[in-house]
């Protein structure tokens, strides 16, 4: 009797690799911090302006924002330019925000961007968003990113809501960046 091999016909699974990730594992006092905000999100800018001011407080040195406004053409371009001028301007960064799935892929592309000039980052979503987010960084080859997950929606709340969501999520967001006492 003859035997028949079967192969299997597809290949075997890559390993999965991660790009490095980087934290802080230091107060912030001192630093430079960076804070991306989309023009599209009310929301948004009301927490990156909550947390600037924590920042402040808490004594980071200098917080520099970028505010972008699209993600292709010129105009989006321009955008990627000002991320790359930011991550070299800073020791950390906070970017967001991802509440849809334009401005998930770009806030993420974005993070991305800053965590490879070697900077701990963390990329901002909303909860409706976060599987997208995730699966965009590793896509990005960089699947460890922080990602801090927001509740969604946002952009309908109060200022007071918003106040009590950027005082709960500003300690994990530090958190996520290594920051230490």
């Given at each position: 009797?003859?035997?028949?091999?079967?192969?299997?016909?597809?290949?075997?699974?890559?390993?999965?690799?991660?790009?490095?990730?980087?934290?802080?594992?230091?107060?912030?006092?001192?630093?430079?911090?960076?804070?991306?905000?989309?023009?599209?999100?009310?929301?948004?800018?009301?927490?990156a302006?909550?947390?600037?001011?924590?920042?402040?407080?808490d004594?980071?040195?200098?917080?520099?924002?970028?505010?972008?406004?699209?993600?292709?053409?010129?105009?989006?371009?321009?955008?990627?330019?000002?991320?790359?001028?930011?991550?070299?301007?800073?020791?950390?960064?906070?970017?967001?925000?991802?509440?849809?799935?334009?401005?998930?892929?770009?806030?993420i592309?974005?993070?991305?961007?800053?965590?490879?000039?070697?900077?701990?980052?963390?990329?901002?979503v909303?909860?409706?968003?976060?599987?997208?987010?995730?699966?965009?960084?590793?896509?990005?080859?960089?699947?460890?990113?922080?990602?801090?997950?927001?509740?969604?929606?946002?952009?309908?709340?109060?200022?007071?809501?918003?106040?009590?969501?950027?005082?709960?999520?500003?300690?994990?967001?530090?958190?996520?960046?290594?920051?230490?006492?």
């Amino acid at each position: 009797m003859d035997t028949i091999r079967i192969r299997r016909p597809t290949a075997p699974p890559v390993e999965a690799v991660a790009a490095p990730t980087f934290r802080l594992d230091r107060p912030v006092v001192g630093l430079r911090a960076g804070i991306r905000t989309d023009a599209a999100w009310r929301s948004w800018r009301f927490l990156a302006a909550d947390w600037t001011e924590r920042l402040r407080a808490d004594g980071v040195a200098a917080v520099a924002t970028v505010e972008t406004h699209a993600q292709v053409g010129d105009t989006g371009a321009n955008d990627r330019s000002h991320i790359a001028d930011l991550a070299d301007a800073v020791d950390f960064a906070i970017v967001g925000l991802g509440t849809c799935g334009s401005c998930t892929s770009f806030a993420i592309a974005d993070a991305v961007a800053i965590e490879q000039r070697d900077r701990p980052v963390v990329a901002v979503v909303t909860e409706e968003f976060a599987t997208h987010g995730r699966n965009m960084a590793t896509h990005l080859g960089h699947a460890d990113l922080a990602v801090l997950v927001l509740p969604y929606p946002l952009e309908a709340r109060t200022e007071d809501d918003l106040r009590t969501i950027a005082a709960a999520y500003y300690p994990r967001a530090l958190e996520l960046l290594g920051v230490r006492p």
